[in-house]
């Protein structure tokens, strides 16, 4: 594949406090032993794992207003995702943050999302990508028209999910028009308890944390399922977005359900043994 991959979707910078001996409550102060600060959002982990695979990316984002912008931009550099398609924030905006406060196994996110998710995508020649990556749907329900420049330009379509406290019955004509989508099992879960069929896309490829994940096209009568191979878990932030390059990748290159479910569980599982969501795979891997 020799055109670029496109990655749309909020930019944040991540604060990580990882190996937290708990939650904080209110009244309380839980002090945590690791830290770090790096870009973060699904489309950015995503990307940056799909860059270490060997793949071109480019990133289509809004960036965190200042400081945190030359952050992010340096973060993006390291991981060689391109940037030139972003665009600064708006003067007035709050910069977007989130702090992810990570247990043993999972984590728990607390964000600031200000602005719109992305610039005016009349600036993407779509033709020059050969796959449009979305991180979030509630960016596609923002901005649908994403999805119809993108498909008109010949371009196949992934779409996380990423949580949201109420998701809308609406969503599911967005979710059938992808190629490819992404939720984790709480995610599709909520789905469905508003009405989404929980395999209205053509292919939905469900993350189950350590227990791995499952895949099935709309038209199979049954799942594909591959079990995750224990690790131990620094920081989960970002593993649902690393599977995603996982995955994405043996796809793109006509792999089978199989062997791209175990190619996400790799990427996955390499995540979670670094601090921040791309930090396990900073160093070219084979794609």
Request: proline letters at 6%; aromatic letters at 6%.
């Amino acid at each position: 594949m020799n055109k670029p991959i496109l990655c749309a979707g909020r930019l944040y910078c991540d604060l990580v406090f990882a190996d937290a001996p708990r939650l904080p409550t209110l009244g309380t102060e839980v002090f945590a032993p690791n830290l770090s600060l790096c870009a973060g959002g699904g489309a950015f982990i995503t990307g940056a794992t799909l860059a270490a695979m060997g793949h071109s990316v480019w990133q289509f984002s809004m960036l965190p207003a200042a400081p945190f912008d030359a952050l992010v931009l340096a973060d993006m550099r390291e991981h060689r995702v391109v940037a030139t398609a972003c665009k600064p924030a708006a003067t007035g905006i709050d910069p977007q943050i989130t702090v992810a406060v990570g247990l043993q196994s999972d984590r728990a996110f607390l964000t600031r999302a200000d602005g719109p998710a992305l610039p005016d995508p009349s600036a993407i020649r779509f033709s020059d990508f050969a796959h449009l990556h979305i991180g979030e749907l509630k960016t596609l329900q923002e901005m649908p028209v994403l999805l119809h420049m993108a498909k008109s330009a010949g371009l196949t379509v992934s779409l996380d999910c990423s949580w949201q406290d109420e998701y809308d019955k609406s969503a599911a004509d967005l979710i059938a028009a992808v190629d490819v989508f992404l939720p984790n099992e709480h995610e599709v879960a909520a789905l469905a308890a508003v009405g989404v069929p929980e395999t209205c896309a053509p292919l939905t490829v469900i993350k189950c944390g350590m227990d791995g994940a499952r895949a099935r096209a709309r038209a199979d009568d049954t799942w594909t399922r591959s079990v995750a191979a224990p690790v131990r878990v620094v920081d989960a932030t970002g593993a649902g977005d690393a599977f995603n390059a996982g995955f994405l990748s043996c796809w793109l290159d006509q792999g089978s359900l199989e062997q791209c479910l175990t190619k996400g569980n790799a990427c996955g599982a390499a995540a979670v043994q670094a601090l921040g969501g791309a930090g396990g795979l900073k160093q070219p891997v084979s794609a």
